[in-house]
């Protein structure tokens, strides 16, 4: 009898003490699936909280170049326009008016021969430190005596802030208030269209034979990974391509849209055939069977069914790729699309830069007026390479099947 009870006690000391155990692991676990849910949380919002920053801090910084200071001043139009353009207007305001307004000036006389020997009032655009002095910037470099003169005109209204066309109607300058994005914007254009027209067709192509109807042997796993290597090496690397196959083999003209835009679309190559790969091996196989015992051949039925069916991956990453390769500047710098070029090109193989490499430039410039543009051109890139991205996850929304 006490051997029964005493095993009694030690059952149920032993069952409470696993009892114990087993709750005090399962408090462990709770602990640690909650601290594991605190941090999934606090990454998430300290990524969202400096996205907030940077977006605040791009937009505060880029405002401000989107609204110019124009000054109003009577000119003289005469023969000695021609000479000096100093001489039509008075010497106390040629610090702050633009020179390159003041430049212009002759060409304006000789388009407009009527204007000869009149005195009329015009609103010009002002230097870029009386700009910054308007706009209360730090750093504006204005002298004091041109403060007090800008000062006396503001009071009798003859300084306002308007829109800032120039920076969406002309291209690069050597003074801030009369850079522009304009250039850019066309030489991105070029090269893009030039990425699309080169690396989509060979890229769906390539991923397609790959797929659909090369062998599974030593040589395509070879290729396979080299594609997946080239997809992960520096961009700069593809620059250095691009100098040694279509500069110095070739002969393309350097800075053309057609070198970078060539050398950009070696870049994107593997990225649209890894994604088309991919979107070819999420077709059901069931689909290419159903062709086959229809008989359907192989290229019509990679051709008329599996093809539409990966089309929405295929856009999805051919446009995500292109708005990588629009982003890029590294290998472009290789190529020499980096040069100064204050008119648009006119055709693919005239001296171009793009978007990037124009905001790159300003960076580097010292004078206060192209801090600001370089955030507005900053803001420019991000709005195209956003709306890019909305319209690939909306292809991709509009037409993603389940299967």
Do not use: C
Request: proline fraction near 4%.
């Amino acid at each position: 009898m006490n051997n029964s009870t005493d095993n009694e006690t030690i059952m149920n000391k032993t069952n409470s003490f696993m009892s114990k155990d087993k709750s005090v692991r399962q408090r462990k676990r709770e602990r640690a699936d909650a601290r594991f849910h605190f941090y999934g949380f606090a990454a998430i919002a300290l990524a969202l909280a400096f996205l907030v920053f940077f977006f605040i801090d791009i937009i505060g910084k880029a405002l401000p170049a989107f609204e110019q200071t124009e000054i109003k001043i009577s000119v003289h139009y005469s023969e000695a326009v021609n000479k000096n353009y100093n001489k039509a207007v008075e010497h106390k305001l040629r610090r702050i008016v633009s020179r390159a307004w003041l430049r212009n000036l002759s060409d304006h006389l000789k388009a407009n021969p009527e204007l000869m020997g009149k005195t009329i009032e015009a609103w010009a655009p002002a230097d870029s430190r009386v700009d910054q002095y308007i706009k209360q910037h730090d750093g504006h470099g204005l002298k004091s005596k041109y403060q007090r003169t800008v000062d006396s005109m503001q009071k009798d209204g003859k300084v306002r802030t308007v829109f800032n066309t120039t920076l969406f109607t002309r291209g690069d300058s050597k003074l801030p208030e009369y850079a522009g994005i304009l250039a850019a914007s066309v030489g991105s254009v070029f090269t893009l269209l030039i990425t699309m027209l080169v690396a989509v067709p060979i890229g769906v192509m390539t991923a397609i034979y790959l797929e659909e109807f090369a062998s599974d042997n030593r040589f395509t796993r070879m290729v396979e990974v080299n594609i997946n290597n080239l997809a992960a090496i520096p961009s700069i690397l593809y620059g250095l391509l691009g100098l040694a196959i279509f500069i110095s083999f070739f002969g393309v003209p350097r800075s053309s849209a057609l070198a970078g835009g060539l050398t950009l679309a070696l870049m994107t190559l593997p990225v649209i055939i890894i994604t088309t790969r991919a979107s070819l091996r999420a077709v059901p196989e069931s689909i290419r069977e159903a062709a086959y015992g229809l008989g359907a051949s192989p290229l019509q039925t990679a051709w008329h069914h599996v093809l539409p069916l990966a089309m929405p991956g295929i856009l999805t990453g051919s446009i995500i790729g292109l708005a990588q390769a629009m982003g890029e500047t590294a290998p472009l710098i290789i190529v020499g699309m980096m040069a100064y070029i204050p008119d648009a090109p006119t055709s693919i193989l005239d001296a171009t830069t793009v978007l990037p490499a124009q905001v790159y430039t300003w960076s580097t410039e010292s004078l206060r007026g192209y801090g600001e543009r370089t955030a507005a051109g900053i803001l420019v890139l991000l709005a195209v390479l956003l709306s890019l991205n909305a319209v690939a996850v909306k292809l991709r929304n509009r037409a993603q099947q389940s299967w």
